[in-house]
């Protein structure tokens, strides 16, 4: 299978459950649109993969993605098959999760699962091995799949849509390429100290 996924941290699923069963406290006005009238014990929790974060100051010193930090790790939530939410949920250094900071019901839910299925039928994809990661550049923002190669081949980048002016969603970036196309904007935030409007 040329896209795999991270090992899950312990009891990560299990959190995520527990945090989905609270949300059936809530009323229903109190839920995101993507949630109300959905049967939440109907809600199913999907194989993680690992979340990274891009700094701007990093890109600008020429680090490319090896200087992105892993922060935690993604779960989608599925109903009948279709993406709904997705939780990240943080873990200790022992590798067992301990939070779960957000559940996400935003327009990246259903984006990140078109994405994933439109990947494996990529011939490029289809010819190497890799781990989808979920990539997170907050100085523009973007949010993309990561396919970092476990089999020799080169990564790539697969942004996400909304996608911010530099780049094409649902376009496949080499890592060269996709540096070039955020290059200027990470210049600008770290020359205007973080200020620096999205274009």
């Not at 992105?68 to 873990?91: C, D, I, K, N, Q």
């Not at 019901?105 to 259903?110: L, R, S, T």
Request: aromatic share 6%; net charge neutral.
């Amino acid at each position: 299978m040329p896209i795999q996924f991270a090992k899950e941290p312990h009891n990560g699923s299990t959190l995520v459950n527990a945090s989905l069963a609270q949300l059936s406290t809530r009323i229903p006005s109190g839920l995101p649109p993507s949630l109300a009238g959905v049967n939440l014990g109907a809600l199913n929790v999907q194989a993680p993969h690992a979340i990274f974060d891009l700094q701007a100051d990093a890109i600008t010193q020429g680090k490319g993605l090896a200087s992105a930090r892993a922060t935690g790790f993604r779960y989608p939530v599925e109903v009948a098959g279709v993406s709904v939410a997705a939780a990240e949920v943080h873990a200790d250094a022992s590798g067992s999760a301990n939070l779960v900071a957000n559940i996400n019901c935003g327009p990246f839910v259903a984006a990140s699962a078109r994405a994933l299925n439109d990947l494996a039928k990529l011939a490029p994809v289809n010819s190497g091995q890799f781990e989808a990661c979920l990539l997170r550049f907050s100085a523009i923002p973007l949010m993309a799949i990561w396919l970092k190669s476990t089999g020799g081949a080169s990564d790539l980048i697969y942004p996400l849509e909304p996608a911010p002016s530099v780049l094409v969603a649902g376009k496949l970036y080499s890592e060269s390429d996709f540096l070039n196309a955020v290059m200027p904007i990470a210049q600008k935030r770290v020359a205007s100290g973080g200020s620096q409007p999205v274009p």
